[in-house]
């Protein structure tokens, strides 16, 4: 080991010493599990075990595209995503600007509680409220458009409304929790720059386009390069918050990828298949991070590594 890296170990000795918890939790949790990457090359069988399973090799992953269930649910994870990507990504940092220009008070505080409380709440209660809410003959939303002399809509079983449906309740679950990393980063402004701007004469618009957004950039694009692999992964379109919205009438556009992995490895007990699609998955995330990173590089000079 290098003598300048041992130096640095031994001086910052009681940080790494903070940090090895961290590190023992990934390692075992994150790194140890991959061992079982092997079943995707497998005709796992659970008596054999992983090591004396049938290697089929590129077969798992053939079946996956020969499968109209996964391409479906391929389809439909991209499209859910995307679009809660595409809609849901500004508005957390349009929320976090309006509550940072509040004036500090009961109500700004009330407001940030109001905001975050939904993401501490389940999807199993989460999705009760919504089948209530929009229920064809019960519900309130359906209460009122009979009130005003239309016809009820039964949401719940519409597949056509389902992707905006569940796109509404996500964001409405999340866009407070997710202000909180922009609110910091608001916070870190020197109070001093909004102080010259308004001796200069600057409007609140242009304190806005000059000071507040550019100083928030880098950790907008920071954001944005953890958020764009998700296009493909559990998030933010969740595992709970399909399993729980999602019914027979419109499976063909509610099961997401992440369906599929627990319909092949739960249910089916295929479990060759569901780590193919879940090693798939990885590297498509994997590839998404580093292309948004690289074209975060190229364009504002700065990524995540």
């Not at 659970?46 to 053939?62: A, T």
């Not at 700004?108 to 501490?120: A, E, G, S, V, W």
């Not at 939303?141 to 597949?159: C, Q, S, T, V």
């Not at 920071?222 to 499976?251: D, E, K």
Request: glycine share 6%; net charge positive; no cysteine.
């Amino acid at each position: 080991m290098d003598v300048a890296l041992r130096k640095r170990i031994w001086r910052y000795r009681t940080m790494y010493l903070f940090l090895l918890p961290a590190v023992i939790l990934i390692v075992v949790f994150s790194y140890a599990p991959m061992v079982g990457l092997i079943m995707a090359f497998e005709d796992y069988d659970i008596v054999n075990g992983m090591f004396r399973s049938p290697f089929v090799g590129f077969e798992n992953f053939k079946h996956l595209f020969r499968d109209a269930d996964f391409l479906r649910s391929l389809r439909n994870t991209v499209a859910l995503n995307g679009i809660h990507i595409a809609i849901g990504f500004t508005l957390p940092i349009g929320l976090a600007i309006l509550i940072f220009e509040m004036q500090d008070s009961a109500f700004k505080r009330i407001t940030q509680t109001i905001t975050y409380l939904p993401h501490f709440v389940s999807w199993v209660a989460i999705a009760g409220i919504v089948y209530k809410l929009l229920d064809e003959y019960t519900g309130v939303a359906n209460i009122l458009l009979r009130a005003l002399d239309r016809e009820a809509i039964p949401f719940m079983r519409r597949p056509d409304l389902f992707w905006w449906i569940l796109i509404i309740v996500a964001i409405w679950k999340e866009i407070g929790w997710e202000t909180i990393i922009y609110l910091a980063a608001l916070s870190g402004i020197p109070a001093e720059q909004y102080e010259a701007a308004v001796v200069d004469g600057a409007s609140k618009w242009q304190q806005l386009i000059y000071i507040t957004l550019p100083s928030i950039a880098p950790t907008i694009g920071l954001m944005f390069i953890f958020t764009i692999a998700h296009l493909v992964t559990n998030s933010p379109i969740s595992f709970g918050a399909i399993y729980n919205m999602r019914n027979a009438l419109v499976s063909e556009y509610s099961d997401t990828l992440d369906y599929y992995i627990f319909l092949q490895g739960i249910r089916r007990v295929r479990y060759g298949i569901a780590t193919a699609m879940g090693l798939l998955r990885g590297l498509a995330g994997l590839v998404l991070v580093l292309g948004a990173n690289g074209i975060s590089r190229r364009i504002r000079k700065y990524g995540a590594f």
